[in-house]
């Protein structure tokens, strides 16, 4: 069974920083892409950045120059830095890892089950 984690998630007011960890454990062979999604109130789920097990990022527009994502392979964690934060920010924030779990097995991507981010006003 694969689990992914998060945490960080809180409460910070417009303007400030947070940082959201996941781990991602048991039985898995190799993590492929890692990435955070959210889901604000009443909006579809979104992805907000992603990083190959190589370091290529992506970013949403909307968080360009503000979130960092990075990730450590040995620990199987992922990280998102996110400064400047704004009131529609606020979300849950979700883990999402495309990984095989068996050499031979496919890909398949995991969830985590989200940890909310709210940025007040």
């Known amino acids: 069974q694969v689990q992914l984690v998060e945490s960080g998630g809180g409460l910070v007011q417009a303007g400030g920083s947070l940082k959201l960890s996941c781990v991602a454990s048991?039985?898995?062979?190799?993590?492929?892409?890692m990435a955070w999604y959210r889901q604000g109130p009443g909006k579809q789920r979104e992805l907000v950045a992603d990083i190959t097990s190589g370091g290529a990022v992506y970013y949403a527009d909307s968080v360009k120059g503000r979130f960092t994502i990075s990730r450590d392979n040995a620990k199987a964690t992922l990280y998102v830095q996110m400064n400047s934060l704004k009131p529609e920010g606020t979300a849950v924030y979700y883990c999402?890892?495309?990984?095989?779990?068996?050499?031979?097995?496919?890909?398949?991507?995991?969830w985590g089950q989200g940890t909310q981010v709210t940025v007040s006003s």
């Open positions: 048991g039985s898995i062979f190799s993590i492929n892409v």
């Open positions: 999402n890892a495309r990984l095989r779990v068996t050499r031979w097995g496919s890909e398949r991507d995991y």
